[in-house]
């Protein structure tokens, strides 16, 4: 089993004060099912290679009895297959590194570097497809090579095992967190029991990445082995993760934004517009994408078109304000069973968000930061996939009509951004042309010659 790293970051030797492996010798380190040895096969100024070798004993394993599912012989795959084995030397070989610590040279460990990792034979029951999704969301570019079952039996066809190479500038302590996460998800038989910890492991190695990255639900089903009550409690952590704020910045801010335009009675006309638009769409089953306090899903409770009506939001506590102003408790059972609210991300695919004619997404894609928003397009259009899509958004172009509101600043705290028309019209033609959508156009709100509509929203129809 073998890791190579290299990098040609001048001088390419600060790789082994990065690794605190010298280059100039060979070290060994005994590991509960073998030996791991870092050897350097190159070490100049110029370019720097640090290899990682496992040396696993199957034999061992049986005779200690070391878990592992399906070993039930002495001849198999693990000494040369990376796996759970290499997560496990990478923790305890290059721990100082993954943690991101240097004595020698501290400001290169949140610097990127130009790195090239090797993995002489990883697995993917999925094929090519599989690694490229994995591995490419983090920057990284990605070359494969699969081996057949047998050279001289091609007609066979291809095996599970690829050599791969991934190159990218990163961090070093991100690029072995990524392979301490990502190999033990592609082999999928981990070789010690999966409890608790792992969770905690699994979080603590993917901060920074995993919460944002489009296969999260993949990657920690796979990881933590689809152990249900593992992979929701690693879920519930991961959103908890992702809201910006606590609740009181929270609605502090959406104040801020509310005085902002309050003089227009804004919200209510884009509320009301969005309701005349799903109306005419016929639409019956509808989904209010990042429903806040529920003031969208009131207006639709008053329309007896709308027989299904669900509300999804990161926030556990803007779905309990929600509730209480909607009192959902209170309603009849008729009523009740209309509305539905639950907690999830829009950035990863969630089951729940299938089956509904339509879906909006009121002043919400501003607040997320851009491989969110990539995020939130695969998984609404590509994933959801209503026949009909709502979105609105600020038009940056109209601020200057905003009292009090300084040149430059956004409407709220936390929007990430803020489109003109242009920029807008051109985000909603790319994500139609992928997805298979057709899209207009409609101003909300007093439509100024120069600047345009305080609003803008997109419609989104499947194209016939």
Known sequence: ??????????????????????????????????????FYPEATDDRCTAALLLDVDPVGLIRRGVRFARLDQYVNDRPYVASSF??????????????????????????????EARLAVLPSAGGEDVLRRLFEPLGYELHAVNHPLDENFPEWGDSRYFTVTLKGSVRLRDLLAHLY?????????????????????LLRRGEGWLATHPEREFIVNRYLKFYRSLTSEAFAKLLESEEPDNDSEREARESEEEAVEEPLHLNEKRLGTVVAVL??????????????????????????QFERIAGVDI??????????????????????????????????????????????????????????????????????????????????????????????????????????????????????????????????????????????????????
Not at 23 to 34: A, H, V
Not at 414 to 429: I, L, N, P, S
Request: neutral net charge; aromatic residues 8%; contains cysteine.
């Open 1 to 38: 089993m073998l890791l190579t790293i290299s990098t040609t970051h001048r001088p390419a030797t600060d790789l082994g004060h990065l690794l605190h492996k010298n280059p100039e010798r060979l070290q060994s380190f005994p590991l509960p099912f073998g030996q791991a040895h870092v």
């Open 279 to 304: 109306r005419a769409a016929e639409a019956r089953r509808v989904l209010d994408l990042g429903c806040g306090s529920g003031k969208l899903i009131r207006e639709l409770m008053r329309e007896p």
């Open 315 to 464: 926030s556990h506590r803007a779905l309990e304000v929600a509730t209480a102003r909607l009192r959902l408790e209170r309603l009849a059972p008729k009523q009740r069973e209309r509305v539905e609210l639950f907690q999830t991300a829009l950035t990863y695919r969630d089951k729940r968000l299938s089956g509904f004619d339509a879906a909006a997404a009121v002043e919400v894609i501003e607040h997320l930061d851009p491989p969110r928003l990539r995020s939130f397009g695969r998984v609404v259009f590509g994933e959801a996939r209503p026949r009909t899509i709502v979105v609105t958004t600020p038009n940056r172009e109209y601020n200057v009509k905003f009292a009090g509101l300084p040149a430059g600043d956004f409407r709220h705290r936390d929007h990430r951004f803020e489109w003109t028309r242009a920029e807008f019209e051109g985000w909603a033609g790319e994500i139609a042309g992928t997805f298979g959508y057709g899209v207009r156009f409609l101003p909300v709100g007093p439509e100024d010659e120069a600047v345009g509509s305080p609003t803008q929203m997109a419609i989104f129809e499947v194209a016939p």
């Open 86 to 115: 290499l997560s496990v030397a990478i923790a305890r070989v290059f721990g100082t590194a993954l943690a991101g610590k240097s004595k020698a040279l501290p400001e290169l460990v949140d610097t990127a570097l130009p790195l």
């Open 181 to 201: 996460v990502l190999v033990p998800v592609l082999d999928r038989e981990k070789h010690y029991w999966v409890g608790e910890d792992e969770v905690e492991k």
